[in-house]
């Protein structure tokens, strides 16, 4: 499946529907080049979720935690960018987040691939050469 996002006003659908396919998906690893707009994605997510804080880039801290107090849901955030090797999430306790129940979505999980859970979502997104972004599903 794919989601094109034509500009940023866009953007909001575009986060409707990927929130659709998710469902009850708990598990969701955010690919493509630096500047792809993984980060603006979430924080799209993040706001149609109604979560309390915007959401921000998690490269330093690693993981960023989300509430609701709406919804009483819970969302964590995960760069895995600066990551050189699996061993470093399990250092975090990335089993633990996983199985949380809580939806889980991660950056740069290029670093981590060979752990990552059989359900993966994996969303793709490609900036197009009119700068729109194509987001594949797999």
């Not at 990552?116 to 599903?137: A, C, G, K, Y």
């Amino acid at each position: 499946m794919e989601i094109i996002i034509k500009d940023m006003e866009d953007l909001p659908r575009a986060a409707a529907e990927l929130l659709e396919v998710i469902g009850e998906r708990r598990i969701v690893a955010l690919r493509g080049k630096m500047g792809a707009g993984k980060t603006t994605l979430v924080a799209e997510l993040m706001r149609q979720l109604k979560m309390d804080d915007e959401a921000s880039s998690p490269t330093f801290a690693i993981a960023n935690e989300y509430h609701s107090s709406e919804t009483g849901q819970t969302v964590y955030h995960f760069d895995f960018y600066r990551l050189e090797s699996p061993a470093e999430a399990y250092d975090i306790g990335i089993e633990d987040y996983w199985d949380s129940g809580n939806l889980c979505l991660m950056e740069w999980t290029e670093n981590i691939e060979d752990i990552l859970p059989d359900e993966t979502l994996f969303v793709e997104i490609e900036e197009l050469s009119d700068h729109s972004r194509r987001i594949t599903l797999n």
